[in-house]
């Protein structure tokens, strides 16, 4: 089934869509959940300019305030480490061969975003080095 043919069972047209399929475009590339690459790296995708790419985001914003904030793959990456892995600015910032600035920089990005980065509970789990450590077996 082509999509004039799902349109007309379905009852649907381009005027029932939230989105525009170009703005759609524009949030898959933007978005942390699937490229998460920057506004000037989409705008060089699209071959367009950054300025056509910000104009889209602020529509999108009104139209869709749920998909909001965005986030890079690195402020994406550094957040779960953060808030999932309970990982220190030095440590990730070993993992991404950069300084603790950088990492401290990306942090404050995110809070201003209105995302809250707190670090995860420590918890307590099983790792192998404890086996010389078991007392009591149940």
Known sequence: MNESEY????????????????EEEII???????????????????DCTQQNIANAVARIKIKAPQLFPFMTKNQKYVLDCITEMGLK??????????????????????KDKGIKVN???????????????IREKF
């Open 119 to 133: 670090q995860a509970p420590k918890t307590k789990r099983y790792e192998d080095f404890m086996d010389g450590n």
């Open 28 to 46: 898959r590339l933007l978005h942390h959940d699937f490229e998460g690459l920057t506004q000037i790296e989409v705008a060089d995708r699209l």
């Open 7 to 22: 349109k007309k069972e379905h009852g649907l047209t381009d005027e029932d869509r939230v989105l525009t399929r170009r």
């Open 89 to 110: 600015h030095k440590a990730i910032a070993v993992l991404l061969k950069v300084s603790e600035h950088a990492i401290a920089e990306i942090v404050r990005q995110l």
